[in-house]
T-cell receptor, first 112, second 118 residues
Framework: KQEVTQIPAALSVPEGENLVLNCSFT??????LQWFRQDPGKGLTSLLL?????REQTSGRLNASLDKSSGRSTLYIAASQPGDSATYLC???????????FGQGTTLQVKP | DTEVTQTPKHLVMGMTNKKSLKCEQH?????MYWYKQKAKKPPELMFV???????INESVPSRFSPECPNSSLLNLHLHALQPEDSALYLC?????????????????FGAGTRLSVL
């Protein structure tokens, strides 16, 4: 059974700092891994999707990496801003069903 | 445009009421999903529709009844809910299959319906 873990559960950093969020999964047989952002009480915004054959994806100040063999992904946020404050969720698609299995999320606070 | 629209944004209902949640997308996506999210927890999959056919039911109680009238619209009919069903209900959509694999595509989420059952 696939399990997804995110560490840390919460993170507080000063503005401008570079930071890394971690995601690990127990079964390396995945189709892809997707990173989402969720603001309080809101829906999920897709940030990056990495297919199982890829090593990394970049979008602006965000860079996500995937090491399928070790069951790990990282989301790197460069030059953090207060507007980056949110909960970040990673999710893996394991079977050919469209089902996403989510980690518990990392709640990020960027202080001005 | 990557918009998935959910209505209503908020819903309060009694345990004897019947109500429906609506989800709409006009991106040509052929896979649509319902997720349930309790406070401070990650979303959990409830149903998957692929090409307007129900492909996954994650053992959801029958008081939740999904419907996919056409490729753009997904409904969730609610009847005789319990207070513990109070949650944020999220709809998502994706392109459908890529090379026969539904899982390869980005899922785009709506803003959700905040449901309170009294």
């Amino acid at each position: 059974k696939q399990e997804v873990t995110q560490i840390p559960a919460a993170l507080s950093v000063p503005e401008g700092e570079n930071l890394v969020l971690n995601c690990s999964f127990t079964d390396s047989a995945i189709y892809n891994l997707q990173w989402f952002r969720q603001d309080p009480g809101k829906g999920l915004t897709s940030l990056l999707l990495i297919q199982s054959s890829q090593r990394e994806q970049t979008s602006g100040r965000l860079n996500a990496s995937l090491d399928k063999s070790s069951g790990r992904s990282t989301l790197y946020i460069a030059a953090s801003q207060p507007g980056d404050s949110a909960t970040y969720l990673c999710a893996v698609a394991s079977g050919n069903t469209g089902k996403l299995i989510f980690g518990q999320g990392t709640t990020l606070q960027v202080k001005p | 445009d990557t918009e998935v629209t959910q209505t209503p944004k908020h819903l309060v209902m009694g345990m004897t009421n019947k109500k429906s949640l609506k989800c709409e997308q006009h991106m040509g996506h052929r896979a649509m999903y319902w997720y349930k999210q309790k406070a401070k927890k990650p979303p959990e999959l409830m149903f998957v529709y692929s090409y307007e056919k129900l492909s996954i039911n994650e053992s959801v109680p029958s008081r939740f009844s999904p419907e996919c009238p056409n490729s753009s619209l997904l409904n969730l009919h609610l009847h005789a809910l319990q207070p513990e069903d109070s949650a944020l209900y999220l709809c998502a959509s994706s392109l459908g299959t890529s090379g026969g694999v539904i899982a390869k595509n980005i899922q785009y989420f709506g803003a959700g319906t905040r449901l309170s059952v009294l």
